[in-house]
């Protein structure tokens, strides 16, 4: 399964091998890993290798350590993303409200015409379910932000690219900090939801224009409604 290692530094090409099976999704979050003599054995290295190994890669936030049950995979990366990039959002408010949504305005149009060519049922499904709960909960700002991110992030995954996913996961709380501010604008929820129709109707007619151009729209809205917020 893993390639016998003659090298100095014998930790770092063991956990250079983990490490990749971790990210091209062969090793899923909470499969857990051989033991530490299992793991020699099949790297042809010794205990202290494979523990030096396993250390480097909860550092990383790709496993956790857990005395008496082994080692867990995990993916902590996007969590620790959102972690600093949130410090960065503290920093200079203002300014880093109009760069949010700068990104968002080169992302999330592609995303939106992407997932009108490769969304599946199931997207339809959740991104439908999203609107609903937006719909019943116009007045209720924790609901409808969660109603409002799950729209977004059914709207990545309908893109089919596990990377497009991650990044969008990756500013997941800058988000969710956007929505409160345009929550706290009269009218703002009902201008978000009018567009998240709107998009939701291009992406099932398979129309990947329309899908860019309402989701464009839509964010010219956040511009102008957290712009007024602040």
Wanted: aromatic share 4%; charged share 25%.
């Amino acid at each position: 399964m893993y390639k016998p290692l003659q090298s100095s530094k014998v930790f770092e090409r063991i956990a250079e091998q983990i490490e990749q099976r971790i990210l091209s999704r062969e090793l899923r979050s909470g499969d857990r890993l051989p033991t530490e003599r299992e793991l020699g054995e099949q790297f042809q290295a010794s205990r202290t290798a494979v523990r030096e190994a396993l250390k480097t890669l909860a550092q990383k936030g790709l496993v956790d350590m857990r005395p008496g049950r082994g080692t867990i995979v995990i993916d902590k990366t996007s969590e620790a993303m959102q972690h600093s990039l949130g410090l960065m959002m503290k920093v200079g408010q203002d300014h880093n409200l109009e760069q949010l949504n700068e990104v968002r305005r080169i992302l999330e149009p592609e995303i939106a015409a992407l997932a009108a060519e490769r969304a599946t049922n199931n997207e339809y499904v959740a991104m439908q379910a999203a609107i609903d709960i937006m719909e019943v909960n116009l007045k209720n700002a924790d609901a409808f932000i969660e109603g409002d991110n799950d729209f977004h992030r059914a709207l990545a995954k309908a893109t089919q690219n596990v990377l497009i996913l991650a990044l969008v996961d990756s500013i997941f709380v800058l988000l969710s900090e956007q929505r409160k501010l345009i929550f706290s604008v009269d009218g703002g929820p009902e201008r978000g939801q009018l567009h998240h129709k709107q998009i939701l109707n291009a992406i099932i007619h398979r129309d990947p224009k329309a899908a860019r151009t309402t989701m464009f729209a839509h964010l010219q809205q956040v511009r102008e409604d957290t712009g007024a917020a602040m």
